[in-house]
């Protein structure tokens, strides 16, 4: 048996560094004679998803070109290894539709008429324009909204470089609920688990296949298995991570909170935690409930008012809740408890971004860390911020000094990360106005819910001044652009990028393979798009241009920053940018390249890859350095603060540096929460989401007995259905991935696409005879609040009673036939807008067989391009993190005679209507002090402190 090696040269797959140079393979189409092929390979990073594992590309030697890629073998996170979407970039380089050179929009916004333009000309009017902007002080309406960033730190610079509050994301559809569950226990807003020397591993989604930093958590969570750790997964469908499981436990959606504090209580009344961590690592001295402080009080006191806090859940409770049987919930609470400092887990999607207080899992989830001990320890819970280096480059731009309130409005304080999913809506109540707009590997039309609200914003030139898409592959919200701009996949553009996978510090670094190459062999190019297909650029070298087109004198102060840090008043390149940052922040690196006699550029160019550090445990146990400590003081609860800032906390007498949070410890009471008018949540708690039974009765007329008044009256948005919506009521699960899609970027790659392309509604048997009977491949018709959408049935006991699911990648649509946009992964369709913001979708027709250079188009085979289900969903707010609470409350029937497949009708009056239901939530800013949100949470692109302050911006 081969020997397995965690660095990945075991695999004969991977080629040892010292034959990249001339890599000999034989040619397949050859066969059966032995044609040999020579390749280089270079290595880059891959692009379709956040894990940025290293890919290697082969670019065959005779022809230049890049043939196929292959796993790095030199990367620390990925190891040699990759998913499906790794690969499959060779199909999104090759496919014969893609965005060749800049385009222009020729006709009406939405219309698809498109000229080819230059890049000068686009630097020439958007700098133009941007300046203009700047110079009228309108610096709020530029707005950069990012889907995929796929690097670290260089747009926060860009965008402080021009002085704006101008970062919009798409973590409010994806994560932002989780983060805060986090953040509020110790700052950094991710978790970093272990996997690998983990004894007992608990995933609350289907994380082993498809999960966040999926093929590096993938193979540790195998490795972790492999040496003999248990698997509980938390997930009311079957996924392939819960078949992989030695616990499957198929919560109800909305209920992982109660099950984990059910397990909480079993550890904390069978006397089982790590009573030392816990005394000396949370701030139990602050705690206040239920009429309980425990200050002044002994910790066993503060024990014993936990235990009645957490009385009610017991394992029935969580039972009654959840569906998961109680001897399961024990059991599986005493093996954590036995795995101790070893208990990873993971929870990022799924509960957290599904439901109404989908933060409060990851609390309560947390809780099971802090009472094992398991922070910071091998094979335990670690912190994001440990295991993710962002070096920093030569000199930065100081924070901005305006807080805009489309991206950080004042209803939603605690919000991690910006309100976008409501961009369409602020501009609907008038709250301002875009001039110009950048959307980057961003589909929000179709990604996001109620993309009709999104088509009726960008389609307004009154709300949207200027549009431009910088992708990589056409979508539905380029659609609607006024400039489409071709941007680099992985072996195109440089980018650095570092992600916390495992327990270590590690940078990539993303290049554009056949400039390296060529460069190599002595030729020189000024910009990427002349080493690339067609014109097709990078956004590193993009922004540096834009920002001297801004500022062409620097006399606006913006150009300083885009200046080379080696030849004075020169524009910045993009060696220059990352060889500084290889030369003087990537502590070791200058040494091991020094070692091969090369420079720290040369290294990374060669070799992709560079491990920092992996010393990373138990970081809060380091001792405040002794700069910090002179001139500190001890406070009162322990902090030891440094000219009024936090640098550390005495714990065991030792001054040693915590956690970043106002305690300086795990936060087991969140004072927080307290103060921002949240007192009910400020522990770890349960509460029921918008979709629970009781709530989808109720909706119904019919509350029963499991409905909770008191939490209903103060937490529970209404559900209004519109008219002629029929059928029973189920939760709609519409966010489960598959482990080869890439959300909306996968649409141009064949073979991808050839394994799936289909989204059936998942129902289970004792559904589908309630329904009548249905059988899969019969047509039902789902109704949300603001319309409905039609599709298969799939029949499967591989999902809980009560819940009906559908993939999320499926469904994308082009308005044109013959328009050569994603045509192996599109349908074809007639959009209507039947009456002011009704709008209806019909499949004219599915995909088909077309011609292309590429042979593969014509041998198409499949029809189906599924059905896009988010065009029907209206937000949900989430009333403390704004997350968009994705799983819907539907009403399912059998399709009627005039309902065809793929039928989509919405009514955005009354997706208006609802935001506004949850909007009504609230708990609006000032909180203390006038402030905007808490100083001490993070913010991206985070602003000087005086913004935070209402009355003084
Ligand atoms: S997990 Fe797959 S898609 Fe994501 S970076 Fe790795 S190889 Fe690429």
Known sequence: MTEFKRDGSHLSYCPPVEKWNDWVEYDAEAWPRRVEKHYQLVPTICFNCESACGLLAYVDKETGQVTKFEGNPKHPASRGRLCAKGPATITQIHDPDRILYPMKRSGPRGGGKWTRTSWDEVLETFGARIRKAFQENRGEEIMYHVGRPGHDFIMERTLQAWGIDGHNSHT??????????????????????????????LLLSAHLESGHYFNPHAQRIIEGKMAGAKLAVMDPRLSNTASMADYWMASYPGTEAAVLLAMAMIILSENRFDATFVKNWTNWEELEVDGFSARGQSFEALIEALKRHYAKFTPEFAEKESGVKAEVIVKTAREIAAAGSRFASHLWRGSASGNLGGWQPARALMLLHVLTGSVGTPGGHNLNAWNKFVPRPFKNPSPQ??????????????????????????????????????TRVFNPV????????????????????????????????AWFADYVLPMGFSSERHDLMSQESYAGKWIGFRQPVLRVLQEREGKKFDYTYQANPGEVWEEDEFWINLSWAIDPDGSMGIRQWFESPYRPGQKLTVDEYYGWIFENSVPGLPEAAAKEGLKPLEYMRKYGAYEVTTDVYKQNEKLVASADLSGSKVEANGVVTKEGKAVGVMVDGQAVVGYSTPSRKLELFSRTMADWKWPEFALPEYYRSHIHRSAQAASMGNPGEDCDPDFDKRYMPLVEWPKNSNGEVYTLLPIFRLPHLIHTRSGNSKFLYEIAHKNPLWVNPVDAQKLGGVHTGDLLKVHTEIGFFVLHAWVTEGLAPGVVACSHHMGRWRLNKEDQIERLSSAWVDLKEVGK???????????????????????????????????????????????????????????????????????????????????????????????????????????EEAAFYMDKT
């Open 172 to 201: 409010n559809v994806c994560s932002s609920s989780a983060r805060l569950g986090y953040l509020l226990w110790h700052y950094a807003d991710r978790p970093s688990p272990d996997h690998a020397n983990a004894r007992f591993i």
């Open 401 to 438: 000094k305006r807080w805009n309130e489309l991206l950080y409005p004042r209803e939603w304080p605690l919000c991690t990360h910006e309100m976008s999913p409501l961009l369409p809506h602020f501009l609907k109540e008038g709250r301002g106005r875009i001039d110009v707009y950048f």
């Open 446 to 477: 179709w990604t996001y819910p109620d993309g009709f609200s999104w088509i009726e914003m960008l389609r307004d030139e009154e709300k949207v001044g200027l549009d431009a898409a910088l992708t990589p592959t056409w979508s539905e919200t």
């Open 837 to 943: 913001g009704q709008w209806k979708m019909r499949q004219t027709s599915g995909v088909e067989a077309y011609e292309t250079t590429d042979p593969d188009t014509k041998r198409v085979w499949w029809s189906d391009a599924g059905v896009h289900q988010n065009l029907s969903f209206p937000v949900h707010p989430d009333p403390i993190t704004g997350m968009h609470c994705w799983h819907q409350m539907v009403r399912v029937e059998r399709a009627g005679a005039g309902d065809r497949y793929g039928d989509i009708f919405v009514d955005t009056n009354l997706s208006f209507a609802v935001y506004q239901r949850w909007k009504a939530l609230t708990r609006p800013a000032p909180g203390p002090g006038g402030l905007r949100r808490p100083l001490w949470i993070p913010r991206v692109v985070r602003p």
